[in-house]
């Protein structure tokens, strides 16, 4: 390739977001994939082969919005996915994850993600660990959107921030996207290293799903995050995404009442092919922590509130169908 060559310096820069994503590969994913022009894998909307439909959605448009009052229903479906019910049963999940399609960032994930049925599907970025909405069955789908989405007691609002970009841990892998040519950081990130972090209101609880953000957004976004009760944070022995001095700056500014990790390895869920290591070490230090014994968590306001800083752990327990 000559650099001077404009279409060769595309296609190189192409290659290099998607190899670093795990978007480059053989057509393996499940539903409607066919070789583009560029001959590289498209994917497309599967949701025509679901079986599910939107009868529950009509039920509570019907019923209108009121007041959101109960429990809040938070259930860990292993890595990032985290599953959260509203008082009124609207259901969502964030960040369905799959194995790497082009193999290049090696299987993480023993089985596939079991396409639960749910309201909504969201995803915070577009990173194989956190971007399988094919693998949800949802009346709708949220990727990557900031803003305002409203619907019956639930109100989720996308703050749009960036990925972290410097590994804190010992395996360097932000140096990938380095070596083949990118930039990770902003503000010439390629777009795979973009964020859209979504706090969730919901009876009366106010949930930060963090992905993959960075440690230090500016003030503007934590501003637009506000009060977070409960605050999730991809932490794990390995410091994969944050390392543990990040990952404490954080929940000391947000001051949530609840703590609960994420992006951790999970035995009988993720691999140690993945490089990650569980959260034990991080959950041990702090002051105030609980190791829970199922994958359902049931938070009502009042509890919440007077909580200060309670890290409640997940670690093996994973929802499974
Ligand atoms: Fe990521
Ligand atoms: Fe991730």
């Not at 309201?119 to 970025?125: E, I, K, V, Y």
């Not at 909405?133 to 959107?145: E, G, H, K, P, S």
């Not at 829970?292 to 670690?315: I, Q």
């Amino acid at each position: 390739m000559s650099i001077a060559d404009p279409s060769a310096m595309n296609r190189r820069r192409l290659m290099t977001s998607l190899a670093a994503t795990g978007a480059l590969g053989a057509a393996t994913l499940a539903g409607s994939e066919a070789k583009g022009a560029t001959g590289v894998t498209e994917s497309g909307s599967v949701a025509w082969t679901q079986a599910h439909n939107n009868n529950h959605v009509l039920e509570l448009q019907a019923a209108g919005a009121g007041p959101s009052t109960g429990e809040v229903t938070v259930e860990y479906w292993g890595h990032c996915a985290i599953k959260i019910t509203s008082p009124k049963g609207f259901s969502m999940i964030f960040d369905p994850w799959r194995n790497d399609p082009s193999g290049y960032w090696g299987i993480w994930f023993p089985n596939d993600f079991s396409k639960p049925v749910v309201d909504a599907g969201f995803s915070t970025h577009a990173h194989f660990d956190h971007d399988a909405i094919n693998l949800v069955q949802a009346t709708m789908l949220l990727d990557r959107v900031p803003g305002v989405f409203q619907f019956t007691d639930v109100t989720v609002t996308g703050v749009a921030d960036k990925h972290a970009c410097e590994a804190p841990g010992w395996y360097p892998w932000t140096n990938a996207i380095k070596e083949f040519g990118g930039d990770p950081c902003p503000p010439n990130n390629p777009g795979h290293m973009d964020m859209v972090t979504y706090v969730v209101e919901t009876g009366g609880i106010r949930i930060l799903i963090w992905g993959d953000n960075r440690h230090n957004p500016p003030d503007d976004v934590w501003q637009r995050w506000g009060r977070i009760d409960v605050l999730t944070l991809p932490v794990d022995g390995s410091q994969h995404i944050l390392s543990y001095d990040q990952a404490n700056g954080i929940v000391a500014r947000l001051k949530p009442k609840v703590v609960i990790p994420t992006h951790y390895l999970c035995e009988g869920t993720s691999l140690t092919l993945s490089t990650l290591q569980p959260a034990d070490e991080w959950v041990n230090a702090q002051k105030s922590k609980k190791k829970l014994d199922g994958a359902t968590l049931k938070l009502n306001a009042a509890d919440v509130a007077k909580m200060n800083g309670e890290f409640l752990y997940f670690g093996n327990n994973v929802m499974k169908t």
